[in-house]
């Protein structure tokens, strides 16, 4: 290493070390992001978070430090990394996605959780009332799960012929893909279309089955594995819708969701207000209200299908 590398690298330990010791002495706050996917899944929407936090003057690295805790889609290891971040004495939990919140809500009844969670966070048990938490969490609905019948309508737009659907599903998240499959099948029933549910583990099934669509449930997983099932819907020709927008970013059909991007940013400044002495249980559960429509034109094309005039004037986004 030449001298000139040498003092440039000495200087950057110097900026990161006095902030280090700091955060253990409790001079700065110490932040603790937990989500049980991959950092693979969701370092675009990382930045959004630090964008919510600068809104009140916290930039992570300055005055500010974010320790962060990854289940890699593991859920058995979630309650041992919630129960290192109490030890830790974390300043606030920031917990995206069901199965990362309820773990924190478990592992501790006094640390400060804001949560993101993709259906009511009042049957998750996390809240006693949007309005009035009435805990130590609070957060962002950002209503993944009961826009499945929504999604399910775009995807009878464009493929008006539609009768037979599959519904894909992971039974790792309980409480997602039964509020998936709820609204699905009430939905499905009001236009006769028979639906056949699908799990992660079964999801090479679809190729022998060939439905007419294809439904994928919210969920980490499936976010995770948004390249695979696109490359699988497309080789087998199934027109298939998500809740993200990365999933048509990743060569899928369509998606139909809340913005995960806007959830982090708001998750970021509940956490900056609580930093700054807000109470969670005063905070009420803010509810996701930007909703976008992705269409992936290309992979449209690719599948024979033509998009009408109805779904390009509606969507927030054609890939091309």
Known sequence: MRRREFIALLGGMATVWPLTVRAQEGAVPVIGYFNSATPDGFSGYLPALRRGLKESGYVEGENVVIEYRWAENQPERLPELAAGLVRRQVKVIAAQGAPASIAAGKATATIPIVFGVPEDPVRLGLVASLAHPGGNATGV?????????????????????TKRVAVLLNPAEPTIAAANLRDLEAAASAVAMEIRVFHASTVADLASERPD????????????????????????????????????????????????????RQIGVYVARILKGAKPADLPVVQSTKFELVINASTARMLGLTVPDKLLATADEVIE
Do not use: C, W
């Open 141 to 161: 609905n950002f209503f993944s799960s009961e826009l499945a019948a929504k999604r399910l309508e775009v995807l009878r737009v464009l493929v008006p012929t």
């Open 213 to 264: 669509g294809l439904v994928i449930s919210s969920g980490l997983l499936f976010l995770n594995r948004r390249v695979q099932i696109a490359h699988l819907a497309t080789h087998y020709a199934i027109p298939a819708i998500a809740s993200p927008r990365a999933y048509p970013e990743a060569g899928g059909l369509m998606s139909y969701g809340t913005s995960l991007t806007d959830a982090h």
